[in-house]
C-alpha cells in the first residue's frame, strides 16, 4: 500500500512576500508535494486558512505522515487541532516538522520543552554533516549537504535529546545546530529537519527532497494497534491467597 502523506503549511509567506512567491509559485507546500509525488507517495496539501486547517478528522484518519512548515502564524493554529494531530501521532502517524516548524505548538507539546534558539538572517551558508550514516533518513545521502545560503539556528536548541541524531550542521557565522532529530512519541514517529527558510529555495535542493521522502518512508505507521490503557482483567487466573 503506498504511503499517504499530507503536507501542511500555513501558507502566509506565500501570499505576503513576492519573493517567496517567485520562488515557491505553488508554495512551499506544493514544492514538498509535487516532489513526494515523484517519489511515489500519495500526497495531498493542506493549509491554514482551510476549514479545520484542512486537517479534518477524515483527512488526519487518511494520513499516515503529515509533514508540518509553520512560521508566522502558530498561534492562530486552533488546539482542538493541536490535539487531534497530538492524538494520531500517538496512535502511529507520522510527523515530519520542517524548519521554524520547530515553534508550532504540536511540536512544542510533544516535546514538553520551549523548543527556543538562536537564529540570524545574513546568507549563511550551511553544512549539513551526517552524523548517524547507517541511519535509513540519510540512505542516498553523501556526507553532507552544503546549502550555499540559509537562514542561521544555533544551540542551544531546547529540546529534549533526540533518540537518534542525524544531522548536525555548521554555519558560516561560526555556530552549530543539532539540524536532524528523530522521536518517538506513543506509536508515533517524529523527525525534526532544519533547513527550508521561505526566501530561499532549499526545498528544491534534491538533497533535500530525498532526506524528506527517506523521512516518510522511516516515519510511516507500522501497521500495529494502539496499546490498551486502564483497568485492565488478568490474563491468568489469579489465585485466592
Given at each position: 500500500?503506498?504511503?499517504?502523506?499530507?503536507?501542511?503549511?500555513?501558507?502566509?509567506?506565500?501570499?505576503?512576500?513576492?519573493?517567496?512567491?517567485?520562488?515557491?509559485?505553488?508554495?512551499?507546500?506544493?514544492?514538498?508535494?509535487?516532489?513526494?509525488?515523484?517519489?511515489?507517495?500519495?500526497?495531498?496539501?493542506?493549509?491554514?486558512?482551510?476549514?479545520?486547517?484542512?486537517?479534518?478528522?477524515?483527512?488526519?484518519?487518511?494520513?499516515?505522515?503529515?509533514?508540518?512548515?509553520?512560521?508566522?502564524?502558530?498561534?492562530?493554529?486552533?488546539?482542538?487541532?493541536?490535539?487531534?494531530?497530538?492524538?494520531?501521532?500517538?496512535?502511529?502517524?507520522?510527523?515530519?516538522?520542517?524548519?521554524?516548524?520547530?515553534?508550532?505548538?504540536?511540536?512544542?507539546?510533544?516535546?514538553?520543552?520551549?523548543?527556543?534558539?538562536?537564529?540570524?538572517?545574513?546568507?549563511?551558508?550551511?553544512?549539513?554533516?551526517?552524523?548517524?550514516?547507517?541511519?535509513?533518513?540519510?540512505?542516498?545521502?553523501?556526507?553532507?549537504?552544503?546549502?550555499e545560503k540559509e537562514e542561521m539556528y544555533g544551540e542551544h536548541?531546547?529540546i529534549p535529546a533526540p533518540d537518534q541524531l542525524v544531522f548536525v550542521s555548521?554555519?558560516?557565522?561560526?555556530?552549530?545546530?543539532?539540524?536532524?532529530?528523530?522521536?518517538?512519541?506513543?506509536?508515533?514517529?517524529?523527525?525534526?529537519?532544519?533547513?527550508?527558510?521561505?526566501?530561499?529555495?532549499?526545498?528544491?535542493?534534491?538533497?533535500?527532497?530525498?532526506?524528506?521522502?527517506?523521512?516518510?518512508?522511516?516515519?510511516?505507521?507500522?501497521?500495529?494497534?494502539?496499546?490498551?490503557?486502564?483497568?485492565?482483567?488478568?490474563?491468568?487466573?489469579?489465585?485466592?491467597?
Amino acid at each position: 500500500m503506498t504511503t499517504r502523506v499530507t503536507v501542511w503549511n500555513e501558507n502566509r509567506h506565500e501570499n505576503k512576500n513576492p519573493v517567496v512567491r517567485d520562488i515557491y509559485p505553488e508554495g512551499i507546500h506544493g514544492a514538498i508535494a509535487n516532489a513526494l509525488k515523484g517519489a511515489g507517495y500519495d500526497t495531498k496539501t493542506a493549509t491554514l486558512d482551510e476549514p479545520e486547517h484542512g486537517l479534518t478528522d477524515d483527512v488526519l484518519n487518511e494520513t499516515d505522515v503529515l509533514i508540518w512548515w509553520g512560521h508566522l502564524a502558530h498561534d492562530e493554529v486552533a488546539d482542538e487541532v493541536v490535539e487531534n494531530v497530538k492524538k494520531r501521532v500517538l496512535e502511529g502517524m507520522g510527523l515530519i516538522v520542517l524548519h521554524s516548524g520547530h515553534f508550532s505548538k504540536i511540536f512544542k507539546s510533544l516535546m514538553g520543552t520551549s523548543c527556543d534558539l538562536k537564529w540570524r538572517e545574513a546568507d549563511d551558508k550551511e553544512r549539513l554533516w551526517v552524523v548517524d550514516p547507517s541511519h535509513p533518513i540519510v540512505k542516498g545521502v553523501g556526507e553532507y549537504i552544503e546549502l550555499e545560503k540559509e537562514e542561521m539556528y544555533g544551540e542551544h536548541f531546547d529540546i529534549p535529546a533526540p533518540d537518534q541524531l542525524v544531522f548536525v550542521s555548521w554555519f558560516e557565522g561560526g555556530e552549530v545546530f543539532r539540524s536532524g532529530c528523530t522521536y518517538q512519541r506513543g506509536n508515533g514517529k517524529i523527525f525534526y529537519f532544519r533547513p527550508g527558510h521561505e526566501t530561499y529555495p532549499t526545498y528544491h535542493n534534491e538533497q533535500i527532497q530525498r532526506v524528506i521522502s527517506n523521512a516518510v518512508e522511516w516515519a510511516a505507521p507500522v501497521g500495529r494497534e494502539y496499546p490498551q490503557y486502564g483497568n485492565a482483567k488478568p490474563l491468568e487466573a489469579i489465585k485466592k491467597k
